[in-house]
């Protein structure tokens, strides 16, 4: 990490009483940054500082693809439940992890990260029922009356076992080819069953759980494309003839090769607006700094623009841990530190890099710094905050600190520092006064109109 946290040292501070101002009009010695600042919304307590907290907030969720033998990990456990409100077991659904066998049932891997998720009361994405690959032989091996009724059956009991607990099942995976043909992949259940496989996986799982949403799901389909094209038809044809689907799942796996496509906004919207729900369903993208920051806050973004966009998994939590791991592709590092894509993702969906109180650096740490809070002035109407920026043990070049107003009140003026808002939170940078030797304080000053209760809460001090 380069920025450090820390704490807040103090909170509300003690208002200076007894001396009224019966306006604003008296100026503040040392007046260098003044920003009328617009009435701050009534909505939003707190800026949310987790994945999953942020994008609740937005009427999404935030999921991670989930691996059972990683649960035990503390650390592991710990980034799951503190940033994540949805789980897509990575392998332990898949039709080789469940009936190796055929009609013999085998669910203690994905119970597992069922019952964790359901503990901590996160979401579960079904991955999923019918997919050519991590097939067991034994279905590979059948004529087509017996595949047929072997993947009626696997999707009845597989839903049955999880009904009620999953919120979104991709159905049916991978089913087209890539390249410009738009024709249906090759698959023991293409080439045995024909086009017709889909729709009848789809008709069988609305069937046996009429409460999950029914996604299809595939890669190379995030921009405008052939292969995105035929899914289009597809779920089109769908809709137009009762077939029941209700989601469409966009893989997301991004590399230099097969960059963010610059009409993944519009792909979303098209999809959406064929009456189907779209979910980013294994978002990982390679790379790494800012570059992959700018990425992630663009993927975030796009979601967010399309209103039936409802969620966002990203394929994996630390690099370590994914499919690619070479390509460094996730929001944590192998020590489960967050990446600047981490930050980039939690600050468009309207989070707060900098809130987690799971991260505080501690008073005295290299490049820390603290912020403390004091009532400055008091009238009938409003006061002056006061907020002492100190630095740690080192020398910093630069500030950062959040401060939560009262949805009651407005902040109109803000000296020495440059204040931008999110909902209720203001958050207030250095301007020339970042520089400070360790153990060095400066501070700087805001008006408050709109009561003088309560104070301000002070979040964390952020340094660089
Ligand atoms: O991440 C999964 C990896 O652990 C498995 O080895 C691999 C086997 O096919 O599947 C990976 O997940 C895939 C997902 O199920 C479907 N879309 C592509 C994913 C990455 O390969």
Redesign the pocket.
């Known amino acids: 990490m380069i920025r450090k946290r820390t704490r807040t040292r103090g909170g509300g501070g003690t208002p200076a009483r007894g001396r009224l101002r019966a306006a604003l009009g008296a100026t503040t010695t040392a007046l260098l940054t003044v920003t009328a600042l617009a009435a701050l919304p009534q909505t939003t307590a707190h800026a949310a500082g987790t994945l999953g907290a942020a994008a609740a907030e937005q009427g999404r969720y935030f999921g991670a693809?989930v691996a059972a033998n990683h649960l035990g990990e503390a650390q592991y456990a710990a980034t799951l439940d503190r940033e994540f409100n949805s789980v897509t077991p990575?392998?332990e659904m898949?039709w080789d992890a469940v009936e190796p066998s055929r009609g013999s049932f085998s669910f203690s891997r994905a119970d597992q990260i069922v019952d964790h998720a359901r503990g901590k009361g996160m979401k579960v994405r079904g991955?999923?029922l019918v997919?050519h690959?991590?097939l067991p032989g034994w279905v590979s091996g059948l004529g087509a009356s017996d595949l047929r009724s072997a993947m009626n059956n696997h999707i009845t009991q597989v839903m049955t076992h999880y009904k009620g607990d999953i919120h979104s099942w991709d159905v049916v995976?991978?089913a087209f080819q890539d390249g410009g043909s738009g024709a249906r992949r090759s698959s023991p259940f293409q080439d045995r069953l024909g086009d017709g496989f889909i729709e009848e996986a789809f008709r069988t799982a609305r069937a046996t759980d009429p409460a999950a949403k029914l996604c299809y799901n595939d890669?190379n389909t995030d921009g405008v494309n052939a292969k995105s094209n035929a899914v289009y038809n597809m779920v089109k044809d769908f809709k137009s003839r009762g077939v029941p689907i209700d989601c469409v799942g966009f893989?997301s796996?991004f590399n230099p090769n097969s960059p963010v496509p610059s009409d993944y906004r519009a792909n979303l919207q098209r999809f959406a607006d064929l009456g189907v729900d779209v979910q980013i369903t294994?978002l990982d993208i390679e790379g790494s700094g800012q570059a992959q920051a700018t990425n992630y806050g663009n993927v975030v973004r796009a979601c967010l623009a399309v209103s039936r966009c409802t969620g966002i998994t990203v394929?994996?939590i630390p690099d370590k841990y994914s499919?690619r791991s070479s390509g460094t592709p996730l929001l944590f590092d192998d020590n489960y530190n967050k990446k600047p894509a981490y930050d980039a993702a939690l600050s468009a969906l309207g989070g707060t890099p900098g809130e987690d109180p799971e991260e505080p650096g501690e008073p005295g740490e290299p490049g820390a710094c603290t912020a403390a809070y004091t009532t400055a002035e008091q009238w009938s109407g409003g006061y002056n905050g006061k907020v002492t920026i100190t630095a740690g043990s080192t020398a910093i070049s630069s500030w950062s600190v959040n401060l939560t107003i009262a949805s009651s009140q407005q902040v109109v003026s803000v000296w020495n520092g440059s204040p931008s808002t999110n909902g209720n939170v203001m958050t207030v940078r250095s301007t020339w006064n970042g520089s400070l030797a360790p153990g060095a304080s400066t501070s700087f000053g805001f008006t408050v109109n709109g009561g003088t209760t309560p104070a301000p809460q002070v979040g964390t001090c952020t340094a660089s």
């Open positions: 693809a990575e392998n898949k991955h999923t997919w690959s991590q995976n991978e890669y893989q796996h294994e394929w994996g499919w």
